[in-house]
């Protein structure tokens, strides 16, 4: 994901730490986020918002620091690092950067995606959504919000207004 400075925030949901990467030359720097970040999104202010086990961690991308945690309201499991903890997953800004979506992953359950006011730093909902939401999108304009739910094969469509879900299951494997 590109930054202010033009480097690149690379996660590593193996450890705790996002790295700054210049294309060109390599690493250039590193900040903790949180037991195994997993997606980013940046917003047009130089702020990033990271998926943790821990949390949603706030990264200032220009001075190259933490800004803190955001805790996530539904209960996730032990902090485990790996493919299936629990915790955040995949992450998306909304266009006018004033709400994030986190899809979070539940072992043994259904997923949720939290809804965090990117003002205050709390989140404002939970939504249900499946198994193991590891990619969220939001559309261009806003309205609709879309979480993957990798071990259900299906996809959740949120309403950014009302927060009413519709799912779309799909096949499954082959």
């Given at each position: 994901m590109p930054t202010a400075r033009g480097t690149l925030l690379v996660t590593d949901f193996g450890g705790s730490?996002?790295?700054?990467?210049?294309?060109?030359?390599?690493?250039?720097?590193?900040?903790?986020?949180?037991?195994?970040?997993?997606?980013?999104?940046?917003g047009t202010d130089g702020r990033a918002w990271v998926a943790t086990a821990e949390g949603v961690a706030v990264v200032d991308t220009t001075t190259r620091t933490g800004l803190g945690r955001i805790p996530y309201r539904t209960p996730s499991?032990?902090?485990?690092?790996?493919?299936?903890?629990?915790?955040?997953?995949?992450?998306a800004l909304a266009p006018d950067g004033r709400r994030l979506y986190v899809g979070v992953n539940v072992p043994g359950g259904p997923g949720v995606l939290d809804v965090i006011d990117t003002g205050t730093r709390t989140v404002t909902a939970?939504?249900?959504?499946?198994?193991?939401?590891f990619d969220v999108d939001v559309a261009a304009d806003g309205g609709e919000v879309y979480a993957t739910g990798?071990?259900?094969?299906?996809?959740?469509a949120v309403r950014a207004d009302t927060l009413a879900a519709r799912r779309r299951t799909g096949t499954g494997p082959r």
């Open positions: 730490p996002v790295a700054f990467v210049d294309p060109a030359s390599g690493p250039v720097g590193s900040v903790e986020a949180g037991t195994a970040p997993y997606g980013p999104a940046a499991g032990p902090v485990t690092t790996g493919e299936y903890r629990g915790g955040g997953m995949g992450i939970a939504v249900p959504v499946g198994r193991r939401p990798h071990d259900s094969y299906d996809v959740a």
